[in-house]
């Protein structure tokens, strides 16, 4: 099993729609992330936790939600979606450590029309 | 604030080429620096690292070197393959503020 699974990996939805996106960690890392990728940007981050009791907003969270439901399991959701929130998105997890780095999911493709 | 600044792509290369990736950043404090790959339909793997001046991070022939005086982590390396083409992401971690900042990304392609 992949250390970090994200759920779905490709999903089509309607404007308006909400959706969740699903993570979940096996690497027992405390903190989480969830990061929106559009060709030519990088990485974006929406929001981070750093423990089930801390949840904080990134670059871009407006549009977005997320719930901690455990160390293990970080949800982002989008309550209406809309046509620019078409893009890849990748939940990852660190350690309290940074320097060893970042262990991202898969991916999950996400295209609202 | 915390910045990563990394070539344009795509970087079009013939197989058994050098590889150079320009990455520079701007950062308080000593950040920890970081070269991730993703291949094609895949999520981002961690290349190599450096955490502090001087270190050199090397994997999979790929070799990079955290240069404070030109605040530096260009990527190198001696002989490109097919298989290297992907998107490479120059990355610093500030220890202070916990969170990564990711360069835009560059395309490599490697032909035969």
Redesign the interface.
């Known amino acids: 099993d992949a250390d970090v699974t994200q759920t779905p990996r490709n999903r089509i939805t309607k404007t308006g729609k909400r959706i969740m996106l699903e993570c979940s960690q096996t690497k027992g890392h405390d903190r989480m992330y969830w990061y929106r990728q559009d060709p030519g940007l990088g990485l974006q981050l929406i929001y981070y936790s750093f423990d089930v009791k801390d949840i904080n907003k990134g670059e871009i969270s407006d549009g977005y939600s997320v719930s901690r439901q455990a160390q293990a399991k970080f949800s982002l959701s989008l309550e209406s979606a809309i046509p620019n929130q078409t893009a890849l998105y990748f939940c990852a997890t660190s350690d309290s450590q940074v320097g060893y780095g970042y262990t991202f999911g898969s991916g999950t493709r996400l295209t609202v029309v | 604030g915390n910045s990563v600044t990394q070539m344009e792509g795509p970087v079009t290369l013939s197989e058994e080429a050098f590889l150079t990736i320009n990455c520079t950043y701007t950062a308080t404090g000593y950040p ?1 620096l ?1 070269w ?1 790959v993703q291949y094609p339909g ?5 290349l190599l ?1 450096a ?1 502090k001046a001087d270190d050199k991070g090397s994997n999979k022939g790929f070799e990079a070197t955290y240069r404070k005086e030109t605040t530096s982590f260009h990527l190198e390396k001696g002989s490109v393959q097919v298989s290297d083409s992907a998107v490479y ?1 120059c990355a610093l ?1 500030d ?1 202070s503020w ?3 900042q ?4 560059t395309q490599v392609v490697v032909t035969p």
């Open positions: 920890s970081f991730y895949e999520g981002l793997q961690l690292k955490t992401f971690s220890h916990g969170k990564f990711f360069g835009a990304g």
